[in-house]
């Protein structure tokens, strides 16, 4: 699908009302009711996460921007001069700075995000940081294929393709693999990947990190109902659900779920869903990988890695892969 990447949509972004219904049908639908995270992040849903990210327990923000500024001057010396900065899902692109700042005169940044007005906040973020550098963005959703930006392309301007944030944990192993396949190929023969990951760990350290004392998460997670409210007219009581979020040893992932209060029914337009009390809706899984594990993956599509670094605490890691 071509896609205008001049500048960002003034719309609710980049998930239309047609196609959220599509998908809200579909997933409410299934015997095990879901909803694809992506849907989180309309403007009240990006806001929140900002304010996730500065809960204490929620560790994610605090190791990658250590990370970060340790090896920065290390990825730079990788990336060489006049590279181009790739970032699928960039949100605040407040980590995305980090990078380019300590890159060698990069050539361009072209943030690829979902939700038009976090996208919007990016780009001025980046131009208020550097006003010398293309800033590019591309108001998309990065799970379908996308098509990048004309740049003022050398032939051996060299393309990164960065995802920090743990991004990639939404995406079960096969589609991780399969997301890293494309990037491949959008990257070309000298591309590079950067991607932070989270690490395996005890669930008395995940789990905490996905139900804060604040509330914060329950508030996000929760707003997803609201969202269907106010875009599809449908009429969940809010008070009804209840945020939960568990690890799940065998699958290796953090799940989200909004559980039932009670037996209900929802109407949404001309449709209507019933729940039993204690039936849930599936909002996310974050999968969490050893070093060995995800080496192995990114080595299934096509990437070899360079460098892998923990913070540390020893629960994230920055890795660096190329092609
Ligand atoms: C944005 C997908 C990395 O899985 O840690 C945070 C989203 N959900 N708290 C994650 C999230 C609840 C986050 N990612």
Same mark, same amino acid.
């Given at each position: 699908?071509?896609?205008?990447?001049?500048?960002?949509?003034?719309?609710?972004?980049?998930?239309?009302?047609?196609?959220?219904?599509?998908?809200?049908?579909?997933?409410?639908?299934?015997?095990?009711?879901?909803?694809?995270?992506?849907?989180?992040?309309?403007?009240?849903?990006?806001?929140?996460?900002?304010?996730?990210?500065?809960?204490?327990?929620?560790?994610?923000?605090?190791?990658?921007?250590?990370?970060?500024?340790?090896?920065?001057?290390?990825?730079?010396?990788?990336?060489?001069?006049?590279?181009? %900065?790739?970032?699928?899902?960039?949100?605040?692109?407040?980590?995305?700075?980090?990078?380019?700042?300590? %890159?060698?005169?990069?050539?361009?940044?072209?943030?690829?995000?979902?939700?038009?007005?976090?996208?919007?906040?990016?780009?001025?973020?980046?131009?208020?940081?550097?006003?010398? *550098?293309?800033?590019?963005?591309?108001?998309?959703?990065?799970?379908?294929?996308?098509?990048?930006?004309?740049?003022?392309?050398?032939?051996?301007?060299?393309?990164?393709?960065?995802?920090?944030?743990?991004?990639?944990?939404?995406?079960?192993?096969?589609?991780?693999?399969?997301?890293?396949?494309?990037?491949?190929?959008?990257?070309?023969?000298?591309?590079?990947?950067? *991607?932070?990951?989270?690490?395996?760990?005890?669930?008395?350290?995940?789990?905490?990190?996905?139900?804060?004392?604040?509330?914060?998460?329950?508030?996000?997670?929760?707003?997803?109902?609201?969202?269907?409210?106010?875009?599809?007219?449908?009429?969940?009581?809010?008070?009804?659900?209840?945020?939960?979020?568990?690890?799940?040893?065998?699958?290796?992932?953090?799940?989200?779920?909004?559980?039932?209060?009670?037996?209900?029914?929802?109407?949404?337009?001309?449709?209507?869903?019933?729940?039993?009390?204690?039936?849930?809706?599936?909002?996310?899984?974050?999968?969490?990988?050893?070093?060995?594990?995800?080496?192995?993956?990114?080595?299934?599509?096509?990437?070899?890695?360079?460098?892998?670094?923990?913070?540390?605490?020893?629960?994230?890691? %920055?890795?660096?892969?190329?092609?």
């Amino acid at each position: 699908m071509a896609l205008d990447h001049r500048k960002p949509r003034a719309d609710t972004g980049a998930v239309m009302d047609a196609e959220l219904l599509g998908v809200v049908v579909d997933g409410l639908s299934a015997a095990q009711k879901w909803l694809p995270p992506k849907l989180f992040y309309d403007e009240i849903g990006s806001r929140l996460f900002e304010r996730i990210c500065e809960q204490p327990e929620y560790y994610i923000p605090a190791a990658e921007r250590w990370l970060l500024k340790a090896h920065a001057n290390a990825l730079a010396q990788y990336g060489g001069p006049a590279c181009v %900065l790739i970032e699928p899902g960039a949100g605040s692109a407040e980590k995305s700075l980090l990078l380019l700042q300590a %890159l060698d005169q990069p050539l361009a940044y072209v943030p690829v995000e979902i939700s038009s007005t976090a996208l919007a906040g990016s780009v001025a973020r980046v131009r208020a940081a550097m006003p010398d *550098l293309q800033v590019q963005p591309l108001c998309a959703d990065f799970t379908r294929a996308f098509q990048l930006p004309k740049l003022d392309w050398r032939p051996w301007t060299r393309r990164i393709v960065f995802m920090p944030g743990s991004t990639i944990g939404n995406f079960a192993p096969h589609e991780a693999r399969s997301l890293m396949a494309d990037w491949r190929r959008l990257a070309g023969p000298r591309g590079l990947l950067v *991607l932070g990951v989270d690490l395996l760990k005890p669930r008395e350290v995940l789990e905490p990190a996905y139900d804060d004392a604040a509330g914060v998460t329950a508030a996000f997670n929760l707003n997803l109902l609201a969202r269907l409210n106010r875009e599809l007219q449908a009429d969940f009581d809010l008070d009804a659900f209840a945020h939960r979020a568990w690890f799940n040893q065998a699958e290796r992932r953090v799940e989200m779920h909004l559980v039932s209060r009670r037996a209900q029914q929802v109407r949404i337009g001309t449709h209507s869903f019933s729940w039993t009390r204690g039936e849930t809706i599936h909002t996310e899984n974050s999968y969490k990988y050893t070093p060995a594990d995800f080496a192995v993956l990114a080595l299934d599509a096509g990437w070899f890695r360079r460098e892998l670094w923990v913070d540390p605490h020893g629960r994230f890691s %920055l890795q660096c892969f190329e092609a």
